[in-house]
């Protein structure tokens, strides 16, 4: 049997992999529990180093920077799904747990992989197939039918290393597009809405799982995220029997952040974050307790918090300049502003985002 996992109290510390604005924003939670924050994080003066006790500041994989981060925390968590499996080996061999564990980070990693998993535990994906080569391509266009999307197996986000196939003929240049490399072809979701559920698990193997959410991307990246949406209450049990079957499935402990096509009725799981969620940012300002206490609840082994929401929130994230406009944003008392802090508004970068309260629950 193994031990139980320890209660952390508050004075411990957390360590986070990754110093951007979700390493911010969870910094600013466990803050508030009264924990100490360690990131690793390579950049000098990120969002997450001013608000943080310690920063380490080192590539994500040096083996001094690990065990440096291991020696400060009590538990590390990741800010990022990209998370190498000789990471977490480091980190676990100098006594610290990790969590969510390798296992849901690796499964995240890969889409085959990920798709396979799910499928497993009963959250359907589309059909899809794994390509390593033209031949491969051949053969899942046949199986699969057109349209169909190639997506390189990792390490794709934001709708990067992604092309349609509208017809077999395109089927070299679409290897050639997302640059030949191990990739996945993938049915087209006929789907009314996206939708996604932010759900956690804790150590003591307790679920507990968000309203949904209406996104809405624009060139692949998420504009607007709409929570709580209406659903009828079988779509809302099935959003949560399927974040809770992830959730058990990978033994997870966190919070993980699950996409889901709706097809009218049917959810269908596009991919799931094994992290706090830009979907799940609506939390701040609409439930008693965010994603981000939640996450620093369930990786101390605390009881997790109250998911009900008390407001409909419409998230906005702004991208470059749009920050801009703070001043008019901060003059509207139904807005909440969330800035990153980052010092250079390069465009389409996420700055900060908004949470405006549309309805009082
Ligand atoms: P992803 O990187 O997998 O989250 O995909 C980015 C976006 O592409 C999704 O939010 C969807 O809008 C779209 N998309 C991804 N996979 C599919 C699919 N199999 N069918 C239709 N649209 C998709």
Redesign the pocket.
């Known amino acids: 049997m193994t031990a139980p996992i320890a209660v952390l109290p508050p004075g411990s510390t957390i360590g986070i992999l990754g110093g951007g604005q979700l390493g911010r924003m969870l910094a600013e939670a466990a803050s508030t529990l009264g924990f100490d924050v360690a990131i690793l994080e390579p950049q000098a003066d990120c969002p997450a180093s001013r608000v943080a006790a310690h920063h380490i500041q080192a590539a994500y994989d040096d083996v001094d920077g690990l065990k440096k981060l291991a020696a400060l925390s009590d538990v590390v968590t990741t800010e990022f799904e990209n998370v190498p499996a000789s990471v977490v080996a480091v980190l676990e061999a100098e006594g610290v747990r990790v969590a969510p564990n390798g296992r849901a980070l690796a499964t995240a990693q890969d ?1 085959v992989t990920e798709k396979t998993f799910l499928n497993s535990v009963g959250a359907t ?2 059909g ?1 197939a794994k390509v390593d080569d033209l031949n491969d391509l051949t053969v899942a266009i046949e199986k699969l039918g057109l349209p ?2 190639l ?1 390189t197996r990792r390490e ?7 092309v349609w196939i509208k017809d077999a003929a395109e089927a070299q240049a679409a290897l050639a597009a997302v640059g030949n490399k191990p990739s996945i072809l ?6 009314v809405r ?1 939708l996604s559920v932010i759900a956690a698990r804790g150590t003591d193997g307790s679920v507990s799982v968000y309203p949904l959410g209406q ?1 809405i ?1 624009e060139n ?1 990246i ?1 504009r607007t995220t709409i929570a709580p949406v209406e659903v009828d209450d079988a779509t809302q049990a099935r959003a949560v029997e399927i974040a809770t079957s992830i959730l058990n499935g990978l033994d997870y402990v966190g919070v993980i952040g699950v ?1 889901l ?1 709706d097809l009218g009725g049917t959810l ?1 799981v ?2 799931i974050a094994p992290r706090v969620h830009n979907t799940g940012h609506w939390t701040q300002d609409g439930c008693g307790c965010d994603q981000f206490e939640q996450q620093i609840r369930a990786i101390a082994g605390w009881p997790l918090g109250s998911t009900k929401a008390h407001a409909k929130i419409e998230m906005t994230n702004l991208l470059g300049h749009e920050i801009n406009d703070w001043h008019a944003m901060a003059s509207d008392p139904d807005t909440h502003l969330h800035f990153y802090g980052k010092r250079e508004a390069r465009e389409g970068r996420k700055m900060a985002h908004i949470n405006k309260v549309l309805e009082r629950l």
Do not use: I, P
Request: overall charge negative; cysteine-free; charged content about 30%.
């Open positions: 889409r994906t589309v899809f169909a999307l997506k794709g986000y934001d709708g990067k290393g992604q993938e049915v087209r979701a006929s789907f996206e996104n991307h692949g998420l996409e096509f269908l596009n991919e």
